[in-house]
C-alpha cells in the first residue's frame, strides 16, 4: 500500500464528509495524532481498521486501497454501457451496467475489452418459434471453452453461463435489436449486433 496515496485519500475522503480528524479518530478508536500520521503519510492504519475506515469514509475496501473512488453519475443506468468481469482464479462472470470495482478471490477485476468475433468463434442464429437458437461453432474442452453468452438489448439482459465440454448453444428471446456477446476462455469478450 502506497503511504502517500492512502493518506491523500483518507484526507479527500474524510473532508468530503464534513468530519474532522478527532470525530474520525473517535467513529475508529483511535487518536487524533493516528489519522494525522496517516493523512501525512508519515504512518499507515493498522490492517484490522482498513474496513471500519472505508465505513466511515464512506467507499468500499477496493476504493480505498486503490484511491479510485467510482460515483454513479447515470442514476437510471443504461444497459449498452454494460461491462463484464471474469474471475481468473473461479471463472466467476460478472455483469455490471457501467463502472465498477469488482473483486473476486482476492483479486481486483479489470472489465474485459471488447473485441469484434473473429473466423475462429462463428456465431449462428436461427429462429425457432418464438425464439433464437444461438450456437457457437467452437471446441469445448477443459482447457478451452465458451464460458457464457450474453445478450443485450436496450432494455434487457439475457445472461447464460456454458461449462468446459458443454455444448456452446442455448435459446434467447430476441425481442429488439441488441448487441450478443460471447466470452471464450482464450480470446477474451467478443460482440455482434443482432
Known amino acids: 500500500m502506497n503511504t502517500y496515496i492512502t493518506g491523500s485519500v ?23 495524532k493516528a489519522v494525522s500520521k ?31 473512488t467510482v460515483v454513479n453519475k447515470n442514476v437510471s443506468s443504461n444497459i449498452l454501457r454494460s461491462k463484464f468481469y471474469v474471475c481468473p482464479v473461479c471463472g ?33 442464429v ?9 450456437t457457437v461453432n467452437h471446441d469445448m474442452t477443459k482447457s478451452h471453452f465458451i464460458s457464457f453468452i450474453a445478450y443485450l438489448s436496450s432494455d434487457r439482459v439475457h445472461f447464460v453461463k456454458f461449462y468446459p465440454e458443454g455444448n456452446a448453444e ?11 456477446y460471447i466470452y471464450c476462455n482464450k480470446h477474451g469478450l467478443m460482440k455482434m449486433k443482432v
Open 38 to 68: 496517516w493523512e501525512t503519510g508519515k504512518g499507515l492504519p493498522d490492517i484490522s481498521l482498513i474496513e471500519p475506515l472505508s465505513t466511515a469514509l464512506g467507499v468500499s475496501v477496493m476504493e480505498l486501497m486503490s484511491g479510485d
Open 92 to 124: 466467476n462472470a460478472i455483469h455490471t451496467m457501467g463502472d465498477a470495482v469488482i473483486s473476486c478471490c482476492g483479486i481486483l477485476l479489470p472489465p474485459l475489452e471488447v473485441e469484434d468475433i473473429d473466423e475462429a468463434h462463428t456465431v449462428t
Open 10 to 32: 483518507i484526507k479527500r475522503l474524510r473532508e468530503n464528509k464534513n468530519l474532522t480528524q478527532t470525530q474520525l479518530a473517535e467513529n475508529l478508536g483511535v487518536s487524533s
Open 170 to 180: 442455448t435459446r434467447l428471446q430476441l425481442r429488439a435489436r441488441g448487441y450478443l
Open 126 to 134: 436461427e429462429k425457432v418459434e418464438d425464439e433464437h437458437f444461438i
